[in-house]
């Protein structure tokens, strides 16, 4: 099992640039997350869904569109990219169960910089 | 809403020396987990140890341990015969027990301590 991947790992853009940030997961969750990470900040929610075929929005959604249209993958798409979208994206899954065990995989990490 | 603080930006600990950090976490719900993630820098997430907040009894992960103070809403992160591997950003989290609503099983995030060990 591979867990979660992100593509790419790394990427320059020039403000006004689109891209797409895909994450894929083998494990079947229902779950699946986009965070972001800045300096001081931890990590923030994005998007997330809670299952094929539907999205929502998180803390800092401004900027960003998601897709699910598989289970296994979750699209994080910037249509005009700014320099406050330079940071750290991860993508995380979870099995989408209440309980302890309801643990959240996160992927390797996508570095993003906007010129 | 919550809101997680680690108030601690750096930490440093000699290697086989013992190193807590500190987190503390505003929430009104009773019920919900805790969590602490290790980032090297490789940057991969990576679950140390989870309590669940009905529990009285402190989670143990081997040389990891926490100690969790509900009232006061505290979760620090007692590391034991810390090693060199042990260096990274250590972040605190907080989760709803309760996956509908508002909650949808996210985490919330402190702002991260960062972990140096000395030889």
């Known amino acids: 099992n591979a867990g979660v991947t992100q593509t790419p790992k790394f990427r320059v853009l020039k403000t006004g640039q689109s891209m797409t940030l895909l994450c894929a997961q083998d494990m079947n969750h229902e779950y699946m997350y986009w965070y972001r990470q800045d300096p001081g900040m931890g990590l923030r929610l994005i998007h997330y869904s809670v299952g094929e075929g539907t999205t929502a929005k998180g803390e800092v959604p401004d900027g960003y569109n998601v897709s699910r249209l598989k289970k296994q993958n979750f699209l994080l798409g910037l249509e005009s990219a700014a320099p406050s979208q330079t940071s750290v994206y991860f993508c995380a899954s979870s099995r989408g169960t209440s309980g302890i065990g309801e643990t959240q995989y996160f992927g390797p990490g996508t570095r993003l910089l906007v010129l | ?119």
């Open chain 2, 1 to 119: 809403a919550q809101t997680v603080t680690q108030s601690q930006p750096e930490m440093s600990v000699q290697e086989a020396e013992t190193v807590t950090l500190s987190c503390t976490y505003d929430t009104s719900e009773s019920d919900y987990y805790l969590f602490w993630y290790k980032q090297p820098p490789s940057r991969q997430m990576i679950l140390v140890i989870r309590q669940e907040a009905y529990k009285q009894q402190n989670a143990t992960e081997n040389r990891f341990s926490v100690n969790f103070q509900k009232a006061a809403k505290s979760f620090s992160l007692k590391i034991s015969d810390s090693q060199l591997g042990d260096a990274a950003m250590y972040f605190c989290a907080y989760r709803s027990a309760f996956l509908w609503g508002t909650s949808y099983g996210k985490l919330t995030f402190g702002q991260g301590t960062i972990l140096t060990v000395h030889p």
